[in-house]
């Protein structure tokens, strides 16, 4: 048996990948090469909604509130679907632990992704992240 | 390299993604198409093992206990198995976070799943549930 | 499209499992059968760096420490490359859940791993543990 999309759905998870573990490493000027030029990004509640109008916008954002901290990122059970020769969707169930002074919680949710090919690599065009909890530590 | 039983693996875990992800977001009609007509489900202790005979009981069951509550469901490092042109094996470790009214509690242990292909479509046949722990929240 | 290295890339997927599920499951002579004979192995800190010479320290030292133990143990996220025809390497981000009396922790960071086919099966040939959190159970 072949593979129709196997190369690319492995392709996908470790872009992926590098997003939560070049995150959680701090190393945000690689962090930045893993999105497309015109990105767009939405974080839904239980908080107001967060919009990213703008590559650089989530970047900066990212960086100045995660950078000094501790994180933790992972990423589970994802669902790829090829939508075109270069163009993706995926799903990925999420765990999170942030630790900002007074609010330091861990929070589950689904990340909703846009996947594009620029230049021959898979690149993030667009995150929407939806949450299921998010509970204080120690709760 | 042609990889031989690839495009099943895949068609597996994302099968096994949408168990853990239809359940967490209460979408039980579609939760109910992912298992085979006869499917059987044990959940074994540190609780009394717990059988379900078929699959109206087994999604019956989840839908009442945990269809109003927040639960979080994670399968990780899943081995896959083909064991003829129709049938596989796998077998994932797994967290869990339910919040019951005086029971909240994390959970791991590892699903050992048996699936088959029908009508072209993969399909849980029986789950087996062990469980390593199971901690309250907040211990 | 063919998948180039897909095949073995599963099956170093399916190794890491096993390390995981060994050791969780206390099975300790086939755990030990995933290492070369000349695996070495470094956790590095925010503890002291503890290095491993040999496969017999890794398994002995594992054996005894956690043997008595419930451990939980997740790799998640995996970048596996082939850098040979019979050799790769990888990294997983990884979760750890230990209790030990006086000393129960979660713990967060990720394996940097190499792998060598020996006799046709991919083997842990190294790993390198880096941290990014070890936090007290219940904080």
């Known amino acids: ?12 998870k470790r872009l992926k990948a590098r997003y939560f573990r070049l995150m959680d ?3 945000w000027d690689a962090w930045r090469e893993l999105f497309t030029a015109d990105f767009r990004g939405l974080y ?3 908080h107001p909604d967060i919009s990213y109008a703008s590559r650089e916008e989530f970047v900066t954002s990212n ?19 090829l939508s075109g ?15 900002m002074p007074g609010n ?5 949710g689904h990340y909703h992704d846009e996947y594009r090919r620029v ?7 667009a995150i929407t992240l939806t949450r299921l909890r998010i509970a204080p530590l120690g709760d």
Chains 1, 2, 3 share one sequence.
């Not at 969707?89 to 999170?96: C, L, S, V």
């Not at 330091?104 to 589950?108: H, I, L, M, S, W």
């Not at 230049?119 to 065009?125: H, N, P, Q």
């Open 119 to 125: 230049d021959g690599e898979w690149r993030i065009a």
């Open 44 to 46: 839904r509640g239980p």
């Open 63 to 81: 960086r100045e509130i995660l950078g000094p901290l501790v994180t933790v990122h992972h990423g589970h059970m994802p669902e790829i679907t």
């Open 104 to 108: 330091r919680f861990e929070g589950y």
């Open 25 to 27: 490493t701090k190393q």
């Open 85 to 99: 020769p270069d163009t993706a969707t995926g799903i990925w169930a999420m765990y999170d632990r942030v630790e």
């Open 1 to 12: 048996m072949t593979c129709l999309h196997c190369e690319d759905i492995e392709a996908i």
